[in-house]
T-cell receptor
Framework: EPEVTQTPSHQVTQMGQEVILRCVPI?????FYWYRQILGQKVEFLVS????????KSEIFDDQFSVERPDGSNFTLKIRSTKLEDSAMYFC????????????FGPGTRLTVL | GEDVEQSLFLSVREGDSSVINCTYT??????LYWYKQEPGAGLQLLTY?????DMKQDQRLTVLLNKKDKHLSLRIADTQTGDSAIYFC???????????FGGGTRLMVKP
């Protein structure tokens, strides 16, 4: 069964460094998402992406964040200058075309900012 | 903003039924979802219900929706130790495709 994949599974970085989190959505999906889950808190929406542009974003998704679909398969989340409070699990998701808009999630990347 | 709430913890014995409850505030919710998260893993979509339905059954899972009270529940019949996980309720509003999640209910199944 096709699935969303994410790399790396765990990223450790120093405060102020740039990180890029990578996702490969399911191949025929059209909408892509990033969510994050700070330890002990709710899963929070960051951004959605459709037709090569951002369609929705939350207040969390400020100028430090950007998303890109550099080729036909990868979907990336870049954090330009990481802060301690960016430490979280970051989940990528994609939606199947039509139907009930089931969002399928990847396994997540745990980002630790030191 | 919209809010989704769940109780934190539920403990049941193997073979019993589990009922996990969720309340939400968004009256324009279109779909409501249940996800399962096992330790160290991602969010696995278990089932979903469209807002104009009041019940959906899928094998051992039964979803009940009371739209008037904005209350959603997930019943797991014959709960097994492998069902031990965190269960997240989520809603999708009419305004967009993003999901708003509850805080998750940790289900512990005792043998």
């Amino acid at each position: 069964e096709p699935e969303v994949t994410q790399t790396p599974s765990h990223q450790v970085t120093q405060m102020g460094q740039e990180v890029i989190l990578r996702c490969v959505p399911i191949s025929n999906h059209l909408y892509f998402y990033w969510y994050r889950q700070i330890l002990g808190q709710k899963v929070e929406f960051l951004v959605s992406f459709y037709n090569n542009e951002i369609s929705e974003k939350s207040e969390i998704f400020d100028d430090q964040f950007s998303v890109e679909r550099p080729d036909g398969s990868n979907f990336t989340l870049k954090i330009r200058s990481t802060k301690l409070e960016d430490s979280a699990m970051y989940f990528c998701a994609s939606i199947s075309p039509g139907g009930a808009n089931e969002q399928f999630f990847g396994p997540g990347t745990r980002l630790t900012v030191l | 903003g919209e809010d989704v709430e769940q109780s934190l913890f539920l403990s049941v014995r193997e073979g019993d039924s589990s009922v996990i409850n969720c309340t939400y505030t968004d009256s324009s919710s279109t779909y409501l979802y249940w996800y399962k998260q096992e330790p160290g893993a991602g969010l696995q979509l278990l089932t979903y219900i469209f807002s104009n339905m009041d019940m959906k059954q899928d094998q051992r899972l039964t979803v009940l929706l009371n739209k008037k009270d904005k209350h959603l529940s997930l019943r797991i019949a014959d709960t097994q130790t492998g069902d031990s996980a965190i269960y997240f309720c989520a809603e999708r509003s009419n305004a967009g495709n993003m999901l708003t999640f509850g805080g998750g209910t940790r289900l512990m199944v005792k043998p």
